[in-house]
């Protein structure tokens, strides 16, 4: 038997990513849906959070977004209809039939701007689809025949 003495190293810690989001696109997918009502109790609103997945820099940031659905305010309910619908499109889905959970885990594009009413706040100007490059997995590499063939036989 050989004398041998050995310390394990403690794993280091994963520094969280805690930089804020910036104007500008990214890749998220929605990972929890609620309606809830109102601070003021006169209405609903559909709140959604998005896990940004690129870029890398920004993976597992989160943003949330609000859509008034009842509200007093007409305008306020005409903005959230036309931002849903967007957000539809860009998802490919035609009507949410039942519940806001249809959402879940379904992949696209944002671009956040500064909010013009208050610089300190992001909002998202638009929504695309993601691009099949970004879903689909690389295929796997073929290998020549040449180099398939053992050299020992």
């Known amino acids: 038997m050989a004398a041998f003495s050995f310390v394990v190293n403690q794993p280091e810690t994963p520094v969280a990513n805690t930089s804020a989001l910036k104007p500008g696109t990214y890749h998220v997918v929605i990972t929890k849906t609620d309606l809830k009502v109102t601070k003021a109790g006169t209405g609903q609103f559909i709140e959604l959070e998005m896990q940004v997945v690129e870029p890398a820099e920004f993976s597992g940031r989160r943003y949330w977004a609000r859509y008034n659905m009842s509200n007093p305010s007409k305008k306020a309910e005409d903005i959230a209809a036309e931002e849903l619908s967007d957000l539809c ?3 490919g ?3 949410i039939k039942s519940d806001t959970d249809e ?5 696209l594009m944002i671009t956040l701007e500064l909010d013009p009413r208050n610089t300190s706040f992001l909002r998202i100007q638009n929504y695309e689809p993601v ?3 970004l879903l689909e997995k690389p295929a796997p590499v073929a290998i020549p025949q040449s180099l398939q063939k053992r050299p020992w036989g």
Do not use: G
């Not at 959402?103 to 992949?107: A, G, I, Q, V």
């Open 89 to 91: 499109r860009a998802l």
């Open 93 to 95: 889905i035609k009507a």
């Open 103 to 107: 959402l879940l885990d379904k992949e």
């Open 131 to 133: 691009s099949q490059d």
